[in-house]
């Protein structure tokens, strides 16, 4: 029999575990890359304070602390990149299934009261049910005019995010997220288990490096495009947001009245323009 054990990657995204392969040609024993999902802990504190659980997520290792960062923009309990005075990380626990955790160090008191819930969130729900369209228009107001795009342009991003994964191509098995300037030039990518957590991861990294909001870039996600991620995209000013695959209706309600362009399906030589179509020039 092959072996379970699993010998993580030094980079701890994907991990190489031992499997039987039966097929036509009989059984089979080799090696297979498994992307690694383990639990990430985010905690937040001001001068002074103790630290303040805000989060448990499941996701794929690597860039936690643009995750940690980007979640708590995106949630709207970190106002800007000048707030954040320093980002640590360890491990706590036993074992390789231990909680990883960041602790984001802010320059002013972090109040805890403002969470509207304590909650577990899975790489494939990520904070279902918890907000409202009247809550995100709170936090993200309705976007300006923005970038106009050529049809080429779009039809070229899913080639371009898929040439960037490079955890997906040992794996098979990770979510991916990509920024990209109008013009189509890929700016960043990050994978994770989780949608959300790659959008977060993305956004984290823009906060850090000072160029948020995005408001003259696009956001490419390899699956489908929910709630979450439109909610995610208005808060960080995103205004055009595209997907491989299908929204869901409150993305796209989320979407028409933010002012977001949402592009679905895009794949092939084809896609969908479900809202705001005048940023996408189909001549060219």
Same mark, same amino acid.
């Given at each position: 029999m092959a072996r379970r054990d699993v010998a993580p990657t030094p980079g701890r995204e994907a991990a190489s575990v031992g499997v039987v392969v039966m097929g036509q040609e009989g059984v089979s024993e080799r090696a297979d890359w498994i992307v690694v999902e383990e639990p990430l802990e985010i905690r937040a504190r001001g001068p002074g304070q103790e630290p303040t659980s805000v989060a448990v997520t499941m996701r794929t290792p690597g860039h936690d602390a643009e995750l940690a960062?980007? !979640?708590?923009? @995106?949630?709207?309990?970190?106002?800007?990149r000048a707030?954040? =005075?320093?980002? *640590?990380?360890w491990h706590a626990g036993r074992g390789p299934r231990g909680c990883n955790i960041v602790e984001v160090v802010l320059?002013?008191? %972090?109040?805890?009261?403002?969470?509207? /819930?304590? !909650?577990? #969130?899975?790489?494939?729900?990520?904070?279902?049910?918890?907000? @409202?369209?009247? +809550?995100v228009a709170v936090r993200a107001p309705r976007l300006e005019p923005g970038p106009v795009v050529g049809?080429? =342009?779009?039809?070229?991003?899913?080639?371009?995010? /898929? /040439?960037? +994964?490079a955890v997906f191509e040992r794996t098979g098995g990770l979510h991916a997220?990509?920024? !990209?300037?109008?013009?189509?030039?890929?700016?960043?990518v990050r994978e994770d288990v989780g949608r959300?957590?790659? =959008?977060?991861?993305?956004? *984290?990294?823009?906060?850090?490096?000072? @160029? =948020?909001?995005? #408001?003259? /870039?696009?956001?490419? &996600?390899?699956?489908? @495009?929910? %709630?979450?991620?439109? +909610?995610?995209?208005? &808060? #960080?000013?995103?205004?055009?947001?595209? #997907?491989?695959?299908?929204?869901?209706?409150?993305?796209?309600s989320v979407a028409e009245r933010l002012g977001i362009t949402l592009v679905g399906f895009l794949r092939g030589a084809s896609f969908n323009v479900y809202t705001h179509a005048a940023r996408v020039d189909p001549q060219r």
């Open positions: 960062v980007g !979640f708590l923009y @995106t949630e709207g309990l970190v106002g800007s707030e954040i =005075v320093s980002t *640590g990380d320059d002013r008191p %972090f109040d805890g009261s403002a969470l509207k /819930r304590n !909650f577990f #969130a899975t790489s494939s729900c990520g904070v279902c049910g918890k907000a @409202t369209l009247d +809550q049809r080429s =342009v779009l039809l070229s991003l899913p080639e371009a995010l /898929r /040439r960037g +994964q997220a990509g920024l !990209f300037d109008a013009d189509g030039t890929l700016l960043a959300h957590n790659a =959008v977060d991861k993305l956004v *984290g990294h823009a906060l850090l490096a000072g @160029t =948020v909001p995005l #408001a003259w /870039r696009i956001l490419l &996600v390899s699956g489908r @495009t929910s %709630f979450e991620i439109l +909610q995610k995209a208005a &808060v #960080a000013g995103v205004p055009i947001v595209c #997907a491989v695959s299908a929204p869901s209706t409150l993305a796209i």
